[in-house]
């Protein structure tokens, strides 16, 4: 074997990239959680202003502070030794309540990869693991992650880019919101359209009464209710609208599902899914979104999918051939792209 020592070294630097980025994550987390983004974002600092803005250890505060230079996430000035961000980091880094939220994608990696060592052995055994096997902060970060995504895009572009959908919501419509986790997706369409009524459901029964929560907290508990059940099996019928917010990939018969909302949507009704961004081919997925995905996919995803009856699993990067041929085959004729994101695609599906 010839080895190109300049081909290995570059090889070498992407994985120091990579080994940076994942020792990074907790830092971010860490950021998080202790408000140190919000902080810097009042102004440049010192490791020591920082912590005393945070009530931290200053040593702590400068050894985090360095990494978070080297890696990009905020500024150093060498001069007066001082911290700061950039207008573009405080906006994906210290508003949870914003258009972008990014340490969320973290608190769901982080907690991902503490089940490690149960995914290597079903890589053994092919079996499945659970949603809600998953740590907490799987839950968390999810809505952590996803929920921003929702108040940005959702009510102002999504369901506007649907035939007819807005007009129901607003006259007053029955909406099943299916893998619903915490509740934001519900909460939030029940909070832009008062006239109508909701129903969201999860397998989940720990998000199911956080849901509950929400909705309460939200103010609008008498018109949304929540039940744990399988997306095979929700209740009721006769629905205007049903959703699916990334979530179909993770099921382990996602045609029964799919049959499912079939039978329960009204003759008219209309079934919004959204999916994770995704081509039909592997090389088309070959990509940073793909790379992020598929990382996710092998720890979330696909073992969900087989640790539930059925056994099979579309994983988040399926693409829309792929799942066209599953609402087709559950009796759907009409089946187009609405909208899409960096992030996601947003599918209409009629009977």
């Not at 659970?130 to 999504?158: K, N, Q, S």
């Not at 997706?185 to 006239?195: D, F, G, K």
């Not at 995905?293 to 051939?321: E, M």
Request: hydrophobic fraction near 40%; include cysteine.
């Amino acid at each position: 074997m010839v080895v190109d020592m300049d081909k290995a070294m570059e090889f070498v630097g992407t994985v120091v990239g990579d080994l940076g980025a994942t020792m990074a994550a907790g830092g971010i987390v860490v950021g998080h959680r202790l408000g140190l983004y919000r902080a810097l974002a009042e102004g440049p600092a010192t490791a020591e202003e920082l912590a005393e803005r945070t009530g931290t250890t200053p040593r702590y505060i400068s050894e985090w502070l360095a990494g978070q230079a080297a890696g990009g996430y905020v500024q150093y000035e060498p001069t007066t030794g001082t911290f700061s961000m950039t207008e573009e980091q405080a906006f994906a880094l210290t508003d949870p309540e914003g258009p972008v939220y990014l340490p969320g994608a973290f608190v769901l990696a982080l907690g991902a990869l503490r089940a490690e060592p149960r995914i290597t052995e079903i890589f053994r055994s092919g079996a499945g693991m659970g949603w809600h096997e998953h740590d907490d902060d799987v839950f968390v970060g999810c809505e952590t992650f996803f929920r921003p995504g929702y108040h940005a895009h959702l009510v102002g572009e999504w369901i506007p880019a649907l035939d007819g959908v807005e007009a129901k919501l607003r006259a007053g419509a029955r909406v099943a919101d299916v893998g619903c986790g915490h509740g934001s997706s519900t909460v939030l369409m029940a909070q832009a359209y008062p006239a109508s009524t909701f129903v969201g459901s999860d397998y989940h029964d720990a998000s199911v009464q956080t849901a509950r929560k929400r909705a309460a907290d939200a103010g609008v508990a008498d018109r949304v209710t929540f039940e744990t059940a399988p997306a095979q099996t929700f209740s009721g019928s006769g629905y205007d609208l049903v959703t699916f917010f990334d979530c179909l990939h993770d099921m382990g018969d996602p045609l029964t599902a799919a049959r499912h909302v079939r039978e329960t949507l009204a003759p008219d009704g209309t079934w919004l899914l959204i999916e994770p961004i995704a081509g039909d081919t592997l090389a088309e997925n070959l990509n940073p979104v793909g790379r992020v995905y598929y990382g996710f996919s092998t720890f979330l995803c696909v073992a969900a999918g087989r640790s539930q009856p059925g056994g099979y699993s579309l994983g988040a990067q399926a693409g829309p051939a792929a799942l066209r041929q599953v609402v087709t085959d559950a009796g759907f004729t009409r089946f187009r792209i609405a909208a899409q994101t960096p992030f996601n695609h947003v599918y209409e599906i009629r009977p």
